[in-house]
């Protein structure tokens, strides 16, 4: 319930439309002024104002901890530097039939717990970016230098500092064991740097404490790491991936690209997604490579975020997505019409394994909403099916986490 109030704070200020102040790819500049605005005069609405200490609080545990590293992992990535980032794919498996189990198999949608551990990097990158955003948000709305000094000390220790830096590629990304190549798929771990660290760096520009060194810093390193992206073998094959993979990928690059000024580079992402709809997307709007999976209904979602992400990247640049059709109809639209009729009781016809499907689809109907408008009611509709579902806490965290960027209107 407590992380409840903080995504109905954070629901005032993300959104696809305006640009104020501050030159964000995911956040809402004129939103967060606005809140800002409302907080300092003291008229910002109960449930905003718990979420404003909610956020605060967080914010406070985070100026406690260790900033995370990539040296802190106990298994060593095959170049034997501990600087290059590992982790090892979620769904695969040792295999019972040989004796050392190696290599590993695949068994689609089933996390094996031995890869979410502290052993590799995964979860360390994800502390960090969750560390990086929530301090930065909470330097905007405090202006308390102690945020942004440590938000700064998060970005200094992940990326910059000789002694503790990630090396800027994923060679060594979602890694199997007994497999020594390299993983196009890895590269899907990256997309928390693009989502979060282009804007909370845009916020953290206004500290003292960042300073040319810091900026310079962060500038060569996401250069080089979108010119691994770019370049690299394995960069250039997770250009080619037709899934969710190519979504998030296009997503990465656009949001990097923007960010160090390769403006022309992020253009061409979203024009190859809205070429990609042909070849993702049936007559019917079904997402062919998602429907696949043994978690059809989540992924199928789960490829439309980076989707409307690039929409959104899209409409900064000039490039309409949203509205894109391609010669033979298809389109982002046409692929949400094939997942709303759930919301009606309609049964979804292709695997599903263990999915609450409102969980998955409301952020993404949410998105939608936002720049259109004529997906209120259905919005709200499924919120109230949601609300009546009484879900365990721990579905609801997982779809405020989901949705916090989108800026999903929870009621109290």
Excluded at 252 to 274: D, L, T
Excluded at 367 to 386: I, V
């Amino acid at each position: 319930m407590k992380f409840y109030y903080f995504i109905v704070f954070l629901s005032f200020f993300f959104s696809s439309k305006s640009q104020d102040q501050y030159d964000f790819a995911v956040y809402d500049s004129g939103r967060l002024s606005a809140v800002k605005k409302d907080l300092n005069a003291g008229s910002i609405s109960g449930c905003a104002q718990k979420a404003y200490y909610m956020l605060q609080g967080r914010a406070n545990e985070l100026l406690e901890i260790d900033d995370p590293t990539v040296m802190d992992k106990t298994i060593d990535p095959p170049s034997g530097d501990k600087h290059d980032y590992l982790s090892i794919s979620r769904y695969w498996w040792p295999d019972p039939h040989k004796e050392d189990g190696l290599p590993w198999i695949r068994k689609d949608g089933v996390t094996n717990p031995e890869t979410q551990t502290d052993a590799v990097d995964r979860n360390r990158l994800g502390l960090m970016t969750e560390g990086v955003k929530y301090l930065s948000l909470a330097y905007y709305f405090m202006e308390d230098e102690q945020y942004a000094r440590k938000a700064i000390s998060m970005l200094n220790t992940w990326f910059l500092a000789e002694d503790t830096k990630m090396n800027p590629h994923l060679e060594y990304a979602q890694s199997v064991p007994g497999n020594p190549k390299g993983r196009r798929s890895g590269i899907l771990d990256g997309r928390l740097i693009a989502l979060v660290i282009p804007d909370a760096i845009v916020i953290l520009r206004d500290s003292p404490y960042w300073t040319d060194s810091f900026e310079n810093g962060m500038q060569e390193w996401l250069t080089e790491y979108l010119n691994w992206l770019t370049e690299s073998d394995l960069g250039q094959e997770g250009a080619q991936q037709v899934n969710n993979h190519g979504s998030w990928y296009r997503l990465h690059v656009a949001s990097i690209a923007r960010f160090v000024g390769k403006k022309s580079v992020a253009e061409n992402m979203i024009y190859q997604a809205r070429e990609s709809l042909e070849e993702q997307l049936d007559e019917k709007g079904r997402q062919i490579h998602e429907i696949e999976r043994t978690r059809s209904f989540f992924y199928s979602c789960f490829n439309l975020k980076p989707l409307l992400m690039l929409a959104t990247i899209g409409d900064q640049l000039g490039v309409d997505l949203w509205q894109y059709e391609t010669p033979n109809g298809k389109s982002l639209k046409l692929a949400l019409a094939y997942l709303t009729p759930v919301i009606d009781g309609k049964e979804w016809p292709h695997p599903s394994i263990s999915e609450n499907k409102l969980v998955h689809l409301i952020p993404v109907l949410h998105r939608f909403n936002l720049n259109s408008g004529e997906y209120a009611q259905t919005l709200d509709k499924a919120l109230n099916q949601l609300v009546e579902l009484n879900l365990p806490a721990t579905e609801m965290h997982d779809l405020y986490e989901q949705c916090l960027l989108s800026g999903l209107p929870m009621k109290e």
